[in-house]
């Protein structure tokens, strides 16, 4: 166990040997995923690619970051049983990844890793409180404090298993979330989460390379839901420790994105009469690609949303409430102007799509069709 480097020089350290270990394994993981029939088959509308792509590929993602942390982190009871409930993730996603586990089933094992990690005392006891106007600045949650940490932790690793429709997204918002708790802890000097932060973003960076347009391989549920896992609990040791009227917002700007697209899939689908856990293709970055934009485009407008609330959080935490709200505000309207700059229809391309619709209005159906069209994942 390396202890006695500086935080600053063990945060580079953790981050270069996790990155250089994922990098160097993802093309094994590969080569596994293929051997046991880990294969990203296009069978519905909601799949972006259009031949088999192996997944599976978290497994890089977790050796990498499981050897930078034993290497780099001292060990404690908290960082014990998350390690431990990460192994029941990660072998629950590397069947799902193989068989297409039953949601109900998943769910209930994404459960029992949590309350490991709970059980170990990775607990969320206290909340900063909300109410401005109260003389207590933090809420005890008592008993609830367990099932409330169960439901924080299940949650954020399915939200950042559903972002997970395009190369490279889960993988690149995963990090820049890292990015940003890991910038957080060491302002706040939580040497340790910092570390084991700087883990998971070298971790990350050294699968990227393979997961981006044109993906090589897919994380699977192996990667998305071990990426879910280690952020919620390690959140717990990191921010929802701050006693601060600011820390309540800092957890939710930090992991935004994720959070709102599991919100708003829950409330889309209870409000169809249809289970939550139903998979559907109304995802945020669906939404995107069918406004137009292509994977890349869509992948780059969700770096920048995620990178915005990354940078609110760190400024929330240190500068203030005021000037983080002020930053957040400025950020939304120049990306609501951009926006409205990037979205505006380009008229000679609709000209020339129009032109090209009358020349092959007569054609068969099957031969209007392009060739080689992508299948929506």
Partial sequence: MITELPVLGSVAAALLTACIIALLTTPIAKSVAQKVGA???????????NHPIPRMGGLAIFFGFLLSVLMFVPLSTQYKGMLLGSVIIVVLG??????????????????????????????????????????????????????????????????????????????????????????????????SVAIMMAALVGACLGFLPYNMNPAKIFMGDTGSTFLGFILATVSIQGLFKMYTIISFVVPFLMLGLPIFDISFAFIRRISKGQSPMSPDRS???????????????????????????????????????????????????????????????????????????????????????????????
């Avoid at 490991?116 to 008592?142: C, H, K, Q």
Wanted: with cysteine.
């Fill in 39 to 49: 294969v990203d088959v296009p069978k519905d509308s909601r799949r972006m690619h």
């Fill in 94 to 191: 590397m069947f799902d990844d193989i068989y297409d586990l039953n949601a109900k089933f998943k769910f209930v094992v994404q459960i029992g890793a949590a309350t490991l990690a709970v059980y170990s005392g990775n607990v969320i006891e206290v909340l900063s409180n909300p109410n401005v106007f109260s003389d207590n600045p933090w809420l005890n949650l008592g008993w609830a404090a367990y099932p409330i940490t169960v439901l924080w932790i299940v949650a954020i690793t399915n939200a950042v298993n559903l972002i997970d429709g395009l190369d490279g997204l889960a993988c690149g918002v995963s990090t820049i979330s890292s990015m940003t708790m890991m910038v957080i802890a060491m302002v706040v000097s939580e040497g």
């Fill in 283 to 377: 995802h945020v970055h669906h939404r995107l690609i069918d406004m137009g934009l292509s994977q890349k485009q869509a992948v780059a407008t969700l770096y920048i949303i995620s990178a915005i609330l990354g940078l609110s959080a760190v400024v929330l935490t240190t500068s203030g409430a005021l000037k983080a709200m002020v930053l957040l505000l400025a950020l939304c309207a120049a990306g609501a102007f951009s926006a409205q700059i990037f979205f505006q229809p380009n008229e000679k391309k609709h000209s020339h799509d129009a032109e090209a619709s009358e020349e092959t209005t007569a054609l068969p159906e099957e031969d209007s069709a392009a060739p080689g069209k992508e299948d929506i994942r």
